[in-house]
């Protein structure tokens, strides 16, 4: 089979809020006639922008991508605050707090294993005015296990960051 024949038949559109989306492959989906390619060499920059398509469009974001913008460095973090930043379109919806209670929920509320320590690693940006809200979700993740936070963080680079380090002590994690 030619893969142009395989692609249509792996196509499958639908309708969400009047946009069209349509999974052409493992790799790709059309989101309004778009292809938009959605693998591992996409940039940061480029799958929070993707997340942010579909946040606005009220789509479903799976949860490959919310993955995939959780940041592993200040520059993503960095790019992740910059949705806050009164210039960007996004400053004008509830998006940050939203798709960050998302990402600490999958741990804290549904269980979600795939989420564990990227979600410690975004806790240990907490700075600022959202400070509260990843201290929250990091106090709500300590209680579910702690042992297994001890045990999770003991050696990450993050540890030295507070309030990694704060809850590390504050919980005799050694």
Partial sequence: MKNSTLLILLFIPFLI???MIGIIDS???CLNEESIIINQQKSYSENLNLVAE???SKSNIPEYLL????????????????????????????FFDEITNMIFEKVTVEKN???????LQFASFADGEFYETFEFYLEMIIKIDRKKF???????EYLERNPMKYYYEENNCE
Avoid: D
């Fill in 150 to 156: 001890c045990e999770s963080v003991k050696g990450k």
């Fill in 113 to 119: 294993e795939k989420f564990y320590l990227p979600s």
């Fill in 17 to 19: 809020n009047g946009k």
């Fill in 67 to 94: 993955l995939k913008i959780i940041p592993k460095n200040y520059n993503e973090f960095e790019i992740y605050y910059g949705t806050t930043n009164p210039e960007n379109k996004l400053s004008e919806t509830a």
């Fill in 27 to 29: 790799s790709r989906i």
């Fill in 54 to 56: 579909l946040y606005l």
